[in-house]
């Protein structure tokens, strides 16, 4: 009896501390998603929409911890079932699929200026750092969004979701500096990686630069112990702004590389291109798109879609989360090693309220004409800013 007591005296204290401390802190939601897909099933049209939720806590400046919490659900809201003896396996996997998740994504305490220099030592566990999706340039740079559009589960919500080359993911040590040059950010990290198991390390050297006509976020890296020689990855994000007329960006790498295992191949790169052309209000953006047959915590197991391309292309009015209103048409061709082709046409529009971006697309399948159910489907993405 005097233990319980005695424990929940210690949980009193810890969560008071805890209380007290976040007074201190900086609380935010660095990102709120939901995507919503509608299509017909069994002669009745149907509503699944995903949710992902970042919740960011951040201490102070010169020895600073930051926590990092997940929320993702592809059904929100309580579970409306519950498990009972004797499930199935099926009843199992709805109840799973019917609850959100919340989880520690990631913590990190860094120690800022250390040796008085430009150079900052975080020591991190979980999902840190994602190379070459753009998403550097605002968020460290303070630079206008360069990515490509054509990511996330907007455009892959039945497949592999591809959103940059690479994630850090693990518990290691991250060294950061840009040598007294804002313009510029180098990063190494070595990690005991989450993706290949217990065991496994790996560093990683990570390169951005932002300049007004030139965008770059570069990295390289490597596992150990792995194979006969280890196991590598590698590749670049570069954006090319010569002029208000033209934009090239690129995305090219490879997730996986085990030298004296496999051969090189196009099926080991993850290849994305496209050029953009600008024309008073409008724009045409075409976007070719190669899957690796590796990709993130697809590392071991493989994707399954080697051999997959898209090709987009995007007629576009307005620049969408810039512009209070923009919209557009696309016209979309996926295919694979099979010959199977789908060609898809979207008219989508995107607009701007207080505090949130809202697209929403509306596909017609071509290649389906037979079989009215697959040949409609709606999509409805909310992004809160906070």
Known sequence: MQKR?????????????????LISADLTVSKMELTTTGSVEDDSFVLD????IDINIQGGYKLGGALSLGIESDSIGPPRESLEAGDTDQEIISYLNSSSYVFLKSAKVTVREAFYGPLDISYFTGEIDTFSDGEIFPSYFGSNPVASLFRGRFYFPDSVVYDGLYTVDGTGLQL???FGRPWQLLSVYTYQDNYLGRGHFTSDLRWSV???FFKLDAFAGGSYPYGDYGLYHGGLMAGLFASERGEFFVQVGIPRLIPGEEDMDIGLFYFL???RIHFGSGSLIFTFFSHPSYYKEYVISGTDETGEMHTNI????????VSPLAGGLEGTIHYNDDSDIDGVVSPYVSF??????WNLKFSWVA?????VSQMFYAFLGVRAEF
């Open 5 to 21: 007591y005695m424990f929940r005296f210690v949980l009193f204290i810890l969560l008071l501390i805890l209380q007290v401390n």
């Open 49 to 52: 929409t995903f949710g992902e």
């Open 176 to 178: 950061q500096t840009d």
């Open 210 to 212: 932002d300049r007004e």
């Open 273 to 275: 291109f496209e050029p």
């Open 314 to 321: 995007n007629l576009q009015f307005g620049k969408p989360e």
């Open 352 to 357: 701007i309220t207080s505090g949130a971006v």
């Open 367 to 371: 290649t389906e004409m037979n079989d």
